[in-house]
């Protein structure tokens, strides 16, 4: 099983997917792992310390092709190290990921390419990609949890930090999931801890748990 936590930067993925880690785990004795996001150590390695809208076409291409490599990479290795764990207790494999490998790089990627026609190629091989996805996550025990922007972000002078580029974000999302008739869930609850109670309530309906 794997559960997505998917939506803009800054919504709490991180902070919430390690709860509901901690939270399962508590529950089955450790049969859960965690996927964290990969995107600032990408554009730590390619020394990015502006926003990457700005950046020219070229490079926000190779940072999102990058991306999208090492989250999908970052994935094996933590299913692969949770499946021996959860063998050798007889536990399936089940993963919570903050990030999506390639439904947030298709977001973001949109929102930054769609003007410009020497991106069409790109975006093309995205959504080609996603239509495959749709399949995987239809028949793989796959779950989507999206994530709405609801808590202010610090500006760091890389990440936007206005809730309309947020928004959009969580929008463009949607709109993707309900373009592929994707079925998710979208958070309701503000609070930490509401939402931890949602999510969990939603895995465990699934599991049989």
Not at 71 to 81: A, D, L, M, T
Not at 180 to 202: P, V
């Amino acid at each position: 099983m794997i559960v997505s936590l998917v939506g803009t930067h800054g919504s709490g993925k991180s902070v919430q997917g390690e709860l509901v880690v901690g939270a399962l785990n508590g529950f089955d004795g450790g049969g859960w792992g965690f996927v964290p996001e990969i995107a600032r150590e990408i554009l730590n390695r390619f020394n990015i310390t502006e926003n990457l809208g700005v950046l020219p076409v070229e490079k926000i291409i190779e940072v999102q092709r990058e991306i999208l490599s090492a989250k999908r990479k970052k994935r094996e290795e933590i299913k692969s190290s949770v499946q021996i764990k959860n063998y050798i207790k007889n536990y399936p494999r089940s993963l919570i990921e903050d990030r999506h490998p390639l439904l947030d790089v298709y977001a973001y990627s949109i929102y930054w390419l769609s003007r410009h026609p020497s991106a069409a190629l790109f975006l093309d091989e995205l959504k080609k990609e996603v239509e495959e996805e749709t399949k995987i996550i239809r028949t793989e025990d796959q779950y989507i949890i999206v994530v709405p922007p609801n808590i202010p972000l610090i500006a760091d002078g890389v990440r936007n930090d206005t809730f309309h580029f947020r928004d959009t974000i969580n929008y463009i999302i949607l709109g993707i999931l309900d373009s592929y008739n994707i079925q998710y869930l979208l958070l309701r609850e503000k609070s930490m801890a509401g939402r931890l109670e949602e999510i969990l309530y939603y895995i465990q309906s699934r599991v049989g748990r």
